[in-house]
């Protein structure tokens, strides 16, 4: 998906399977490109949402195995450093935990630019 008027992508999408201990599973990636600015004439999307769907079907043993762990661990912990970890780690292991129920297999990521530097290497 091209924007018209700037012409600049504003949306790709692509699938693929990712392979897993009990085989290929369909993944499915959208990934929209928003709030472009000019940088020394370059057009930089600022923003970027990325749609994952089909990991819970993707998520092996050994990754449901590790969560479960993780979770073990959290319940030992002191219940400030438990709060901590839980405000740090909490969206994601709520997604986590809902791809492996089947109650959602999709990951949203919004990612912003907060600098672009030109030449920094240079």
């Given at each position: 998906?091209?924007d018209e008027?700037?012409?600049?992508?504003?949306?790709?999408?692509?699938?693929?399977?990712?392979?897993?201990?009990?085989?290929?599973?369909?993944?499915r990636?959208r990934?929209d490109?928003?709030?472009?600015?000019?940088?020394?004439?370059?057009l930089i999307?600022y923003?970027?949402t990325?749609?994952i769907?089909?990991l819970?079907?993707?998520l092996?043993?050994e990754?449901r195995a590790?969560?479960q762990?993780?979770?073990?661990?959290l319940a030992?912990?002191?219940?400030d450093?438990r709060?901590m970890?839980?405000r740090?780690?909490?969206?994601?292991?709520?997604q986590?935990?809902?791809?492996?129920?089947?109650g959602?297999?999709?990951?949203?990521?919004?990612?912003r630019v907060v600098?672009?530097?030109?030449?920094?290497?240079?």
């Open positions: 998906y091209v008027r700037m012409m600049v992508p504003r949306r790709m999408e692509f699938s693929g399977d990712a392979i897993t201990d009990r085989g290929p599973a369909e993944v990636v990934v490109l928003d709030n472009y600015l000019p940088i020394e004439g370059l999307p923003q970027t990325v749609r769907e089909g819970g079907a993707a092996d043993d990754t590790q969560l762990e993780m979770e073990r661990q030992d912990l002191p219940p450093q709060e970890m839980e740090m780690l909490g969206p994601q292991m709520e986590i935990r809902q791809m492996m129920a089947g959602g297999d999709a990951m949203t990521m919004e990612i600098d672009v530097a030109i030449n920094a290497g240079r």
